[in-house]
Each structure stands twice: as structure tokens, then as C-alpha cells.
């Protein structure tokens, strides 16, 4: 096995100097999840990035094939605990980036580079690796040959719904009282007044759509008020211009009588549609305005072809009721000797 290269970057216009190999590796990765874009992660840093030390360590094979990245950063208040950068709270699933087939031998280069390494790191702290990651499996087998510590527990859930070729086909797989009851709130929320359903479709409408996001988001409960501080509205402002860009980002909307009443923020990338976040108007609960949009928005990526709708992070009664099926997300602690 030829011996990687490995070299660490600590400046964050790393994200823009490594672009094109980013975009590669990851298009060639298992882990296609828009959480470990160069522009997630770049726009996650410029917010959350102050007073963290940043280690991007990126892999390539003698003959300069870019084979792996490891977008990582710590805190010196930590101990010098290396961790994904983006953060379990705003990011659902996070991993080393790798050119599919050479996970093994990208993970053995890098674990042994961070041993010998002079900063002397404490431990990696692996948090939101999705069910499927290859990286579980890998760190398993190398702990037992390196005699390393490591530890492995469950994170969260992530429930998944599988999308039909119709809409009618879709509804067909679900349980019948969930099926009656989705059908139900939809009647009675048309029994209301004119409904509309939309997306956001040009640069023009993103600004007072996402301003109406805001609104919605922290209108709905204490706990989302509380969420979304300056700070966060910021990042998320950020986020949504910048994927719009890359027509990623799908803003939903539900109108009842011409005023918006909920909203859904949600990414559309490699042919999956993943739920990141939503809102509605309290004082229309009685129409289940949330329920209602959600219906009509996997009708919707059914007629896009979209396969997956992910409901991203959470156990919520509401996510099963739609067909949703669990996927574990784990946390790695491998500590250092």
C-alpha cells in the first residue's frame, strides 16, 4: 500500500483553494450529503469559526490524486479534541470525505499521521456519522491493531421516507388509519378558504421568503423562538442565499385565504429532499397547516422524480405517520494514547 500525502491547512481560505478537489471527492465519496459541501462548511466557519482552531488535513497519492479530506477544527479550552467542523446542532450528518474504495487506507494514513503528529491530540470526537458510513466499520478494525480507545454510541435517529413513482402509490404503502388521517387534515384545511402551495423560484423572491421563514419559525413555538437568535438567523440567512445559488435549497409555503400560514426549509441535493426546518402560524393549528404542507410537498418531489425524503434529525410522532423508517446517527470517541 503506497503511503498518502497529507497536508494540514489552519486558514479558512482553504475552502476556496480546495474546491475542485472537494467537489470531486465528493461527488466520488459515499458521503454525499450537502452537510460536507465546501459551501456548507465554509459559510458554517465564517459564523461559528471564532475562537476555534481550524485543521483541514487533505490526502493524496504520490502522483497527486486528491483522495481524502478530514474538515476538522478544535478548541484549545478542550484539550485539543479534534472534531467535525460544522456542529452536531446545525448539521445532521457529518464524515471524512473519500474517494469511495479508499476509505481504509485514507483513514489508516490519517489516524497514524495524527499520532505522530507534534500538537499531540487528545482524542477525535466523530459526532452525526450517519448508519451507512463506512467510517463506523474501518475505525473498529484500526483500533484493534493501533490498541487505541474508542467508543461508540448511539447519537440520534433520522427517520427516511422512500418515495413511489405516484403520489397515489405513495399514500398506498402507508398504514390506513395514517393514510384517513393525513386525508382528513388536508379536507379540512381546504374546507378553510383557498389553498396554495409554492416554492420559492427566483432570487427576487428569496429575500421576503426567507424573512416570512423567520417569522413563521419563531412564531411556532418558545423552544424555536429560542433557537433561532440573531446569530443563527444569520447563518441561516447566509446558508439560503448561498445554496440558492447552487439550487439546493427548496423554500416551501403554504397559503390559506392569500397569507402564508407555514413554511418548510429544505435542501434538494443528489436526488434526496431532506426537511431541515419548518414553521406556521399558531393561530391556524386548528388546520394542521404543518401536516398539510409537508403532504403536499412529497407529492411534489414525487412529480420531480426525487427518490428520498429526508426527515433529517428527530423522532417526532409526526415523521412515522408519513412513512418515515429509522436511520441511526452515531457518535466516535477514539482516544489517543
Not at 33 to 38: E, N, R
Request: net charge negative; hydrophobic share 35%.
Amino acid at each position: 500500500m503506497e503511503e498518502l500525502n497529507i497536508e494540514e491547512y489552519q486558514d479558512p481560505s482553504c475552502f476556496t483553494l480546495l474546491s475542485k478537489d472537494w467537489d470531486s471527492i465528493l461527488a466520488n465519496s459515499e458521503a454525499k450529503t450537502i452537510f460536507l459541501t465546501w459551501q456548507w462548511q465554509s459559510v458554517w466557519w465564517h459564523h461559528f469559526g471564532k475562537g476555534k482552531k481550524l485543521r483541514l488535513f487533505a490526502l493524496r497519492s504520490d502522483a497527486g490524486e486528491s483522495l481524502g479530506l478530514a474538515p476538522l477544527y478544535f478548541e484549545q479550552a478542550d484539550g485539543k479534541v479534534l472534531q467535525f467542523i460544522g456542529g452536531r446542532d446545525l448539521c445532521d450528518y457529518l464524515d471524512f470525505i473519500v474517494t469511495k474504495g479508499r476509505e481504509r487506507e485514507v483513514l489508516e494514513a490519517f489516524l497514524n499521521y495524527l499520532l505522530r503528529s507534534d500538537d499531540h491530540f487528545a482524542s477525535l470526537n466523530l459526532y452525526s456519522l450517519p448508519e451507512d458510513s463506512s467510517t463506523l466499520g474501518i475505525l473498529r478494525s484500526l483500533r484493534d491493531e493501533a490498541g487505541l480507545r474508542m467508543e461508540v454510541s448511539v447519537e440520534d435517529t433520522s427517520p427516511l421516507i422512500s418515495l413511489s413513482r405516484s403520489f397515489e402509490d405513495y399514500l398506498g404503502r402507508l398504514h390506513k388509519k395514517d393514510r384517513h388521517e393525513i386525508r382528513r387534515k388536508v379536507r379540512r384545511a381546504q374546507a378553510g378558504g383557498e389553498l396554495e402551495f409554492s416554492r420559492i423560484e427566483n432570487e427576487e423572491e428569496l429575500e421576503e421568503g426567507f424573512n416570512t421563514f423567520i417569522t413563521l419559525h419563531r412564531k411556532s413555538s418558545p423552544e424555536k423562538a429560542k433557537f433561532m437568535d440573531s446569530r443563527k438567523e444569520s447563518f441561516f440567512r447566509d446558508i439560503a442565499q448561498e445554496l440558492f445559488k447552487q439550487g439546493w435549497l427548496d423554500l416551501f409555503f403554504l397559503r390559506l385565504k392569500g397569507k402564508k400560514i407555514a413554511s418548510l426549509f429544505c435542501f434538494n441535493y443528489q436526488n434526496r429532499l431532506c426537511l431541515y426546518n419548518s414553521g406556521y402560524d399558531p393561530e391556524y393549528s386548528s388546520f394542521s397547516p404543518g401536516i398539510v404542507l409537508l403532504n403536499y410537498c412529497i407529492a411534489d418531489a414525487i412529480d420531480r422524480g426525487i427518490k428520498e425524503f429526508d426527515l433529517l434529525r428527530g423522532n417526532e410522532s409526526y415523521k412515522y405517520h408519513f412513512g418515515a423508517r429509522d436511520r441511526t446517527v452515531y457518535q466516535i470517541l477514539v482516544e489517543f494514547p
